[in-house]
């Protein structure tokens, strides 16, 4: 009779011990998360509102050389138009080639301020890096400081539906920025 108490004793015992573990695997296992919204971030960060304004300005001036130079052909081709029934075939020839070279610097011109590699990715890129590199250290200290494993932005298209205001961490990043909000 004993015998029967004491192993229930220790299977009861047993059974606590592994119940123990398998909660602090559980609890040692939680993650910790938090938000920020990276527009509401940009929007209070006036380096950020004047690196945008640059580049709209920059990108007004580079548009309007383009569209000179693409109002130029038009009006080449328009007065070739006009003139074409007098002129010679080596006149036609003259003034076909003109107009197609004042396409191609048209479109050389386009490609140079708004390609992929262009001057306007090139300036976007030297405003902006040292404006996100200084958002993603402050994010990254913040996150190390309060144990977060992940933490998202609720501004961009990652499928956040909802997100509590309780662990959205913005201010605390603007805060750390030196922009008390």
């Known amino acids: 009779m004993k015998k029967n108490v004491m192993a229930k004793r220790l299977m009861t015992l047993a059974m606590l011990m592994i119940l123990q573990s ?37 990108s007004k001036k580079w548009q309007a050389e383009v569209e000179a130079l693409t109002t130029e052909a038009q009006t080449l081709y328009k007065n070739y138009q006009n003139e074409v029934v007098f002129l010679s075939k080596e006149q036609k020839k003259a003034k076909q080639d003109a107009i197609m070279e004042k396409e191609k610097q048209a479109s050389e011109l386009k490609r140079k301020y708004f390609g992929p590699e262009g001057e306007l990715f090139k300036k976007r890129t030297a405003l902006m890096n040292p404006i996100q590199e200084e958002i993603y250290n402050a994010v990254k200290d913040i996150a190390e400081l309060r144990g977060y494993q992940l933490i998202l932005d609720r501004a961009s298209d990652t499928g956040i539906i909802f997100g509590s205001p309780k662990i959205d961490i913005s201010n605390e990043v603007l805060l750390k920025l030196g922009y008390a909000n």
């Open 22 to 58: 398998s909660l602090f695997a559980l609890h040692s296992m939680a993650q910790k998360f938090a938000l920020i919204d990276m527009d509401y971030i940009f929007k209070n960060i006036p380096a950020y509102e004047r690196a945008n304004e640059q580049l709209a300005q920059v």
